[in-house]
């Protein structure tokens, strides 16, 4: 449908997009900020918004002040970094696309350019979610002209954003401590992130948000911005000197890995953004639900996401199957609902120095193949999940000595050394044939595996093919396909994003994937912030959670069981610890928490989140039902008191109006000698009532706690009890 409208407006429920579509002219973001009315007439308003936002000739600049369009092409004159980088026959191409038409089908816009030669179309993809204000963005570039187009760096998009979002609040880290949060002032010059993993990484999040200075997470004005994307990738905000912020994301190309033949298309990853003027934890909640509404598998969304135990911290290669069984015996005792078995039950792999490739069962430790603890395991009531890693090889493999070829390198430089393992180039059909077709066998003779845990557990530090071309591109679309075919061949298996933790944990893969493993650190305390900091863009029921070992194998840190499953109860929870040398009082606290799980598992995997501000020492957050009758707060005392007792406890996000019962649920018995006053006591036998409006202003004074102490709030609306 041809639009006329000179203007697209997009109106989510707190949000408003109004993008100028003048056929014949440059397209151009006008407004992204708070939903305004544009009434009937949406040009009118598009209108006045430009008018109002009028930009006069600057001094020391050209007279009318250079558009940002949403390629920011070099053909436009701009002086930032332009959104498209490309050439043809060694030659800048500079031209300027032009809207062609736009079209719109229901929530979804396409804005159609060309340019001047008509040998290059670049679709832009505008879908909006009505209830979450996420705009999902996607952009496809087609050479329309003679010979190859060299595609040098392709942004989503340039998205023009209001100076007075001067802060940007970006995740960083590494292995065992990802989603580390940092809020930083944007500086003239330019604020990037730039991935070269070859997966999406622990250190560089392909996701941030801008924000107010004023902002919290209560309120205030925010814009987030995630590139669902598994491979390299660029995100950068440029802040040039007349004020204004532009905004790049994009899947990042090695020199001469994308290149377009005459007709060939490229399509980039898909930007999900979104703005609200309702604070950070607002913003949370949109990307949350969008998840829950879009991204969640149908089959995995039906049911409550089980309790898992995890085999690998217990018993790491050292298997047998009368280990399995003691320690499903126990896990069942304690209430898991679904036994994963992790690596090391495959052929040769007594060590990480053999085996990866051969995805057939061990023998010499499962003389009779994996049936028997599968039925142990699923006679004890749980569902059975298995530990592949399908995209990598060890030297000691069949799978590498028939195929030393099929794997990615620099042709003329040794391998890295990375876990023993090489990365295999499924960009080589007949490689992506060969696992496929492994991992078909595999499930279709084990069809009671309900679950993979699929791992990648090396970065990818030579993405290039035996003939020396760059292929990561081509091999991040490969992962997705195997993973696509996988699933289309055995629809009943879910899947869990693992890379040696949080390593590939993004959108893209969450399309296809259902969970991910958020940490290989199960130290309670690190665990705090790594899942606050994942909390900004995915829910809690996709975090992988578990409660590991007393001491943690990663951090050798020593930290009560109440710490450690409170702090895997706001997740997707689990335990990974040996079971057969727990205690009975740790195996009993355990048990308690699975159980409380069980039963606020439906708020947690589908209510709010509500950050507390951030403070050091401690950590503060809430989840609350969407009809804010019930909800759980969570209060964890990280350091010791600075001062002799602690602050007051604000429950932002319940409902004013609303009586509540207030209890402190957790933990059922303090480490340390109870620091609760007869009126806390009470919180925790009866309960106590009161209005919401005193709950979020007056608050809680909080007991002085010892550190390594968490406890939990429950709150129940009267007028459900
Ligand atoms: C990675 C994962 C771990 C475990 C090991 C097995 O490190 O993150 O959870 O599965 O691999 O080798």
């Known amino acids: 449908m041809q639009d006329p ?68 092409e070099p053909g436009t004159g701009y002086l930032g970094p332009n959104g498209l980088e490309a050439c043809r026959d060694s030659a800048i ?33 505008f879908e909006i979610d009505l209830t979450t204000d996420i705009i999902c963005i996607q ?89 669902g994307w598994s491979g390299n990738h660029h995100m950068r905000v440029e802040t040039l000197s007349d004020g204004r912020n532009i905004m790049q994301a994009g899947a990042l190309f090695a020199p001469g890995e994308m290149s377009l033949n005459s007709g060939e298309t490229y399509e980039t990853p898909k930007l999900y953004t979104a703005y609200t003027p309702n604070g950070l934890s607002a913003l949370s909640n949109s990307y949350h639900d969008y998840y829950r509404e879009y991204l969640t598998d149908q089959h995995t969304g039906k049911n409550p996401r089980p309790i898992h135990y995890n085999s690998w911290e217990a018993i790491y290669f050292d298997h047998t199957p009368e280990k399995i069984k003691k320690l499903a015996d126990i896990a ?17 792999r007594r060590n990480d120095k053999a085996g990866l490739g051969d995805w057939t069962v061990d023998t010499s430790i499962y003389p009779d193949g994996l049936h028997p603890i599968i039925n142990h395991i699923n006679d004890k009531g749980m569902g059975f999940g298995l530990w592949v890693e399908p995209e990598m090889v060890n030297e000691d493999s069949d799978f590498y000595r028939d195929h030393p070829d099929w794997i990615l390198g620099a042709p003329l430089e040794p391998q890295i050394e990375f876990r023993n393992q090489y990365v295999i180039d499924l960009s080589r059909p007949e490689a992506w044939q060969n696992i496929f ?29 035996h003939t020396g071309h760059a292929v990561l591109h081509k091999q991040t679309h490969s992962v997705y396909k195997l993973i696509d075919s996988i699933r289309a061949k055995h629809p009943h298996i879910e899947i869990e994003s693992c890379a040696s933790g949080g390593g590939r944990a993004d959108f893209g893969i969450l399309e296809r994937t259902d969970r991910i493993w958020t940490s290989d650190s199960n130290d309670a305390l690190d665990r705090q912030w790594i899942q606050r900091g994942a909390s900004y863009f995915f829910p809690l029921e996709v975090m992988g959670s578990h409660v590991g070992p007393a001491d943690c194998k990663i951090t050798h840190r020593h930290l009560p069981m109440s710490l450690r499953a409170a702090t895997a109860l706001f997740g997707h929870m689990g335990a990974e610890a040996d079971l057969t040398s727990m205690t009975e009082r740790d195996k009993n606290i355990l048990k308690t928490a699975f159980s409380l799980h069980k039963n ?21 957050f809430g989840v609350i039902a969407k009809d804010r009758k019930t909800a759980l707060f969570s209060h964890t005392r990280i350091d010791s008191l600075k001062t002799t007792m602690p602050g007051l406890f604000q429950f932002h996000g319940l409902d004013p109006s ?32 009161v209005q919401g409006d005193l709950l979020i202003k007056v608050g809680l004074q909080l007991p002085p706690l010892a550190p390594q102490t968490c406890v939990i709030f429950s709150l129940t609306a009267l007028t459900d009890l």
């Not at 305004?36 to 008018?51: C, F, H, L, M, Y």
């Not at 950050?611 to 503060?620: D, H, L």
Request: charged share 20%; net charge neutral.
């Open 5 to 72: 409208s000179p203007y697209l407006a997009l109106h989510g429920k707190s949000s408003t997009l109004i993008i100028s579509v003048e056929v014949g002219a440059s397209p151009t973001i006008c407004y992204w900020g708070p939903r305004i009315d544009t009434g009937s007439t949406p040009e009118n308003a598009a209108k006045t918004v430009r008018q109002l936002r009028h930009r006069h000739g600057a001094q020391g600049g050209p007279s009318i002040e250079v558009p940002v369009s949403l390629s920011c």
């Open 93 to 125: 191409w500079a031209h300027v696309l032009k809207v062609k038409t736009v079209e719109q089908q229901k929530n979804t816009y396409s804005i159609v350019c060309t340019d001047s030669e008509n040998s290059l179309k670049v679709t832009y993809k």
């Open 139 to 227: 952009t496809i570039f087609q050479n329309t002209g003679k010979g190859a187009l060299q595609i040098n760096w392709a942004s989503v998009l340039c998205i023009v954003l209001q100076s007075e979002l001067s802060e940007i609040i970006s995740f960083s880290g590494r292995w065992a401590r990802e989603f580390q949060t940092t809020r930083s002032p944007l500086q003239q010059g330019g604020f990037f992130i730039e991935n070269r993993r070859g997966r999406t990484s622990h250190d560089r999040f392909p996701g941030m948000v801008l924000c107010h200075k004023n902002t919290t997470e209560n309120g205030g004005a925010c814009f987030g911005v995630h590139l």
């Open 332 to 348: 069942a005792d304690l209430g898991v609902e679904r036994f994963v078995l992790d690596d090391g039950w495959f052929k040769g």
């Open 437 to 465: 077709n492994q991992l078909d066998a595999l499930l279709t003779e084990y069809p009671k595996i309900e679950y993979l845990k699929w791992d990648m557990n090396r970065d990818i530090n030579h993405p290039y093919s």
């Open 600 to 620: 606020y598992r439906s708020l947690l995997h589908a209510g709010d989140i509500i950050r507390m501000p951030a403070c050091s020492g401690e950590n503060n």
């Open 658 to 689: 609303l009586q509540y019962r207030l209890k402190l649920i957790w933990p059922i018995e303090f480490e340390t000698p109870s620091p609760l006053s007869a009126e806390t006591t009470d919180l925790a036998s009866t309960g106590y009532e």
